[in-house]
């Protein structure tokens, strides 16, 4: 009954901006991690962005810092990934994850430690 489904992703050039956004149903958010990974073809998954709802902080990858924003809707049951100062770098498969519970924060980092997965939304930045 646990269900995520992510849009917003396309085609932008760099320097461009999009917005994604992690529909939820199922879930409760008391110590839970929701987080965004992203794969490109040929690469490991990667984690992007989290956040932890017992400690109500997020952490960002050295990579997006400064560029990504994760949030929540909490009303909307909505995660969301800004994303902004686009680079091609960042072309990818984007995913939305989340925990059903987690013993501490750091289990967020790790992909492994996520229960749930949507199907993802591809992020393509062109020159």
């Known amino acids: 009954q646990v269900h995520l489904v992510e849009s917003g992703g396309g085609s932008v050039q760099a320097g461009g901006s999009l917005r994604l956004s992690c529909g939820a149903s199922g879930l409760t958010y008391s110590r839970n991690c929701m987080g965004w990974f992203r794969q490109a073809p040929g690469k490991e998954r990667e984690w992007v962005a989290h956040?932890?709802?017992?400690?109500?902080?997020?952490r960002n990858a050295d990579s997006v810092k400064g560029r990504f924003t994760i949030s929540v809707d909490n009303a909307k049951n909505t995660l969301y990934l800004q994303m902004n100062s686009l680079e091609p770098e960042d072309t990818s498969m984007y995913y939305c994850a989340a925990t059903n519970s987690v013993i501490s924060s750091d289990d967020c980092y790790n992909p492994n430690k996520y229960d749930y997965w949507g199907q993802g939304t591809q992020v393509t930045v062109s020159s």
């Open positions: 956040i932890y709802f017992a400690g109500v902080y997020s």
